[in-house]
Every structure is written in structure tokens, then in C-alpha cells.
């Protein structure tokens, strides 16, 4: 199969990732990157072997069908109208777009242009999530009727150089790592009908950590927590809580319960597990009593695999197939995250507009470097 001709525009921290990535598939060539500082260009592109061009030169390159969009959430909207009508397919980093109307903007420019729309996350993809995805639907603890997903922490400006974008419209921990979580969650159950949150904020401001910016105040325009249920249409529930206001939890990333027993997954921000399944029919090895007992993965992709949306968006291209990491699941999410603050001023349930269909899981027997068996 003829290798899909890839640029990246952004060549940020994130970048070495989808470099180091698109080197596992043949069906994904990197051509040329591009940022705004061409000098960073010029020292990935001869870290990884491909030219280093301007964003208008990149636009225009005829050996590139689709362009990676690493910049900042801010200009995602913005770049990623540009590839479009530059004539690329985009696979952009999440989220889609900062708001809920540039998002449907670029679907329908999409969609006029002939052309695709992939976006990450593609963690539900590692061998963890897909895992999890195969038990689900073999039925391994029956019907999934509830379940809970935590992601809470004290927030990133004790740390990162540069935090002060967490705390803007576009940031906080729903839009910087509920992306993970949701598409996660419908990965796995399929799509939200609909849902019901509160959202609140513990600080006016925050103060740097970091040795480039300590003790620089960060001004807080957004809420840092967030708890939320989710209705979806299989009928499952899901509570989720999203927080920069939380110093240490002992909860668990995502668990499912159901009729025949409880699974709880692996952090969806990573490739990998472990994965652990409580069947009460089941007793560990020397026990009289059931207990968790970790299940081993069953699909290939563990470790950091930041361009396999991508692979498999160039797959789908090539065969005339839906790719997995949709614009349709990522706009699905975006409606989602803006839901929740949504919710919580009106105090009311919203209703999710959107219904994607659920992505295909990877066959079983598949091998690295390949994504069909």
C-alpha cells in the first residue's frame, strides 16, 4: 500500500512523540514540519529525516496529503481550516477546536471539501483501552450499568514552564485531560445521551513553580474542578470528576460495573494497562474468597504511540473506510466538555446533540506495525 505523504506543523515538546510514532507504520511517511520558529523546525527535521519548510510552504507541498496540527488549542481552529483549504486531510491534537461553533465550522468544511478530519486522543487505541473495549463487548462482566472516572490532581503550574494557558478559556482539567477520559468512555460504552455536572473553582489565582516562572501569578478565568453524570445511550451511568483542585486521591482512572462483575482500566492517557477484573464466581489461586485478579492485554501497542490515529486514519484513506479517531467522535467530546459548565449554570440536564457512531476495535492476532490483520 502506498505510504500517506505526512507533514506536521507544530514542533513543540508533543512533536517527538508523533515523530517517534509514525516511524512504527510504512503506511505513514513523514515529509517536511513546519513552526512558526523555523529555526525549531530546522532541529526536528534533522533529528527525523525530513525537510523543514514554512507553514505556507507546507500548505503547498504536493508531496503531503495530511497535516498533523500540534500547535496550541487556540489555533487549532485556525490551522486546521488552513490545511482544509490547502486540499490536506488534518489530524489534529485535542481538542478539535477551542469552541463548539468552530468546531462545526470545520466539520462542514470538511465535509464540502471531500476531505477527513482525525483528532486525538488516540490512547483508546493502546493496548490497554483496546483490551478493555474486547472484554466489554465478550460480555466479561455482563451489561455495563454504572461506573466511575477520576482524573484529579493540584494542577500543572507547579511544574510546567509555561502554565498559565491551564487557566484560560480552552484549559482546565475538562478540556486539557477529559478528552482521554471521554473518549475513553465511548470507546468503550458508545455515546452519551446525555448529561448533568457542577462546576467550581478553589483559587482566584495560582502561583508558578517552576524555575522559569516561579512565583508569577496565574490568573484563574476558569473552572478547575468538575463532577459530572453521564447518561449514555446503552444505558450505562458514569460519574466523572475532573479536577486541578485535588492534592492526592486513592481512586481509581476508570472502572466499569456491571451485571456479572467490575473491571477497572488503565489511565487513558496512557497506551498501556494494567488491567483487573473482579468476577465474584472467580477466587484467586489459595483463596476461599473472589478478589481483583489483573487480566493480561491482548493486543499489541503498550508503550507511547502517539501516531497511531493518524496510522489508521491513512489506512481508512487508502481503503475507503471509516478512520477511528473521528472529527465526529472528537466533536462528540468537545460537545461533552462544553456540557458540563453548561449544566451547571442552567442546573439542568443537557441534551447531547451529538451521536457518533462507536469506533471499530482492532481485530485480534494484529501485530506491530500493522493496524489489519
Not at 216 to 240: C, D, M, N, R, Y
Amino acid at each position: 500500500m502506498k505510504p500517506l505523504g505526512i507533514g506536521i506543523i507544530g514542533c513543540g515538546k508533543i512533536s517527538q512523540a508523533y515523530f517517534n510514532g509514525a516511524k512504527v507504520f510504512d503506511i505513514l511517511k513523514v515529509v517536511a514540519c513546519a513552526d512558526l520558529n523555523l529555526e525549531v523546525a530546522k532541529a526536528k527535521a534533522e533529528e527525523n529525516g525530513c525537510v523543514a519548510q514554512t507553514v505556507e510552504e507546507l500548505l503547498a507541498n504536493p508531496d503531503v496529503e495530511l497535516i498533523i496540527n500540534l500547535t496550541i488549542p487556540a489555533a487549532h481552529a485556525k490551522v486546521s481550516t488552513a490545511i482544509l483549504n490547502a486540499g490536506k486531510h488534518v489530524y489534529c491534537e485535542k481538542p478539535l477546536t477551542v469552541t463548539l461553533e468552530e468546531a462545526k465550522a470545520l466539520t462542514a468544511l470538511a465535509e464540502a471539501k471531500g476531505l477527513r478530519i482525525g483528532c486525538a486522543p488516540d490512547t483508546f487505541l493502546g493496548a490497554g483501552h483496546q483490551t478493555g473495549r474486547k472484554l466489554v463487548d465478550d460480555g466479561v462482566i455482563g451489561r455495563v450499568v454504572s461506573g466511575t472516572a477520576f482524573m484529579m490532581g493540584r494542577g500543572p503550574e507547579g511544574w510546567h514552564p509555561n502554565p498559565a494557558f491551564y487557566y484560560q478559556v480552552g484549559g482546565g482539567p475538562v478540556f486539557d485531560m477529559g478528552p482521554y477520559y471521554l473518549t475513553a468512555l465511548v470507546n468503550l460504552l458508545g455515546p452519551v445521551k446525555r448529561v448533568a455536572a457542577v462546576v467550581s473553582k478553589a483559587f482566584d489565582e495560582r502561583i508558578a513553580g517552576c524555575p522559569e516562572r516561579k512565583g508569577q501569578k496565574i490568573p484563574v478565568e476558569i473552572p478547575t474542578h468538575a463532577s459530572a453524570t453521564l447518561e449514555f445511550h446503552s444505558g450505562a451511568v458514569i460519574t466523572a470528576v475532573f479536577s486541578f483542585d485535588v492534592c492526592a486521591h486513592k481512586h481509581s482512572r476508570i472502572e466499569l460495573y456491571g451485571t456479572e462483575g467490575s473491571m477497572s482500566l488503565p489511565d487513558p492517557n496512557t497506551f498501556g494497562g494494567p488491567i483487573s477484573i473482579y468476577d465474584p464466581k472467580l477466587k484467586p489461586e489459595g483463596s476461599d474468597k473472589p478478589d481483583w485478579l489483573e487480566h493480561a492485554l491482548e493486543f499489541p501497542y503498550e508503550t507511547n504511540m502517539r501516531s497511531i490515529g493518524a496510522a489508521d486514519m491513512a489506512y481508512a484513506i487508502r481503503e475507503g473506510r471509516p478512520h477511528r479517531a473521528s472529527g465526529e467522535l472528537a466533536y462528540h467530546v468537545m460537545e461533552l466538555m462544553h456540557s458540563f459548565e453548561k449544566s451547571s449554570l442552567s442546573g439542568e440536564h443537557v441534551t447531547i446533540e451529538s451521536k457518533p457512531e462507536r469506533p471499530e476495535p482492532f481485530p485480534v492476532g494484529l501485530v506491530e506495525g500493522k493496524l489489519a490483520l
